[in-house]
Nanobody, 125 residues
Framework: QVQLVESGGGLVQIGGSLRLSCVVS????????VGWFRQAPGKEREFVGG?????????RYADSVKGRFTISRDNAKNTAYLQMNSLKPEDTAVYYC?????????????????WGQGTQVTVSS
C-alpha cells in the first residue's frame, strides 16, 4: 500500500517561509518523480513544481513560484521537500505531493498515481 504523508503547513504572514515535507512509503521512492500541486477554494488543482528521479536531477516550477519555491528530495529518507519563501496571499491553498508515473516530473495531475492527503497553507497579512 502506497502512502504519501505531507506535513509542515500552517499559517504564515506575507513574506514568510514554510517548508513542506512529503514522506513516501510502500513504493520505491527513488524510482519516480515527485510533484507538488496546490488547490485553492473554487479553483482547479495546479502544478507547483516537481523533481525527477534521474541521476541528473531535473526540477521544474510553475512560473508563479519560480525564484521563491525550491523542491528537493532525500532518497535515503524517502522524503521530498517544498521550501516556500516570500509567501504571498495568492499562495494560500491546500498543498499536495504526488508520486509520478514517470521519472521526470509532469505538470498534469493525471500523470500521478499516488497522492497525499494535503496540507493547508494560509498566508495572511
Amino acid at each position: 500500500q502506497v502512502q504519501l504523508v505531507e506535513s509542515g503547513g500552517g499559517l504564515v504572514q506575507i513574506g514568510g517561509s514554510l517548508r513542506l515535507s512529503c514522506v513516501v512509503s510502500g513504493r520505491t521512492f527513488s524510482s519516480y518523480a515527485v510533484g507538488w500541486f496546490r488547490q485553492a477554494p473554487g479553483k482547479e488543482r495546479e502544478f507547483v513544481g516537481g523533481i525527477s528521479s534521474t541521476s541528473d536531477v531535473q526540477v521544474r516550477y510553475a512560473d508563479s513560484v519560480k525564484g521563491r519555491f525550491t523542491i528537493s528530495r532525500d532518497n535515503a529518507k524517502n522524503t521530498a521537500y517544498l521550501q516556500m519563501n516570500s509567501l504571498k496571499p495568492e499562495d494560500t491553498a491546500v498543498y499536495y505531493c504526488a508520486q509520478c508515473r514517470t521519472v521526470l516530473a509532469q505538470t498534469t495531475p493525471a500523470m500521478y498515481g499516488y497522492w497525499g492527503q494535503g496540507t493547508q497553507v494560509t498566508v495572511s497579512s
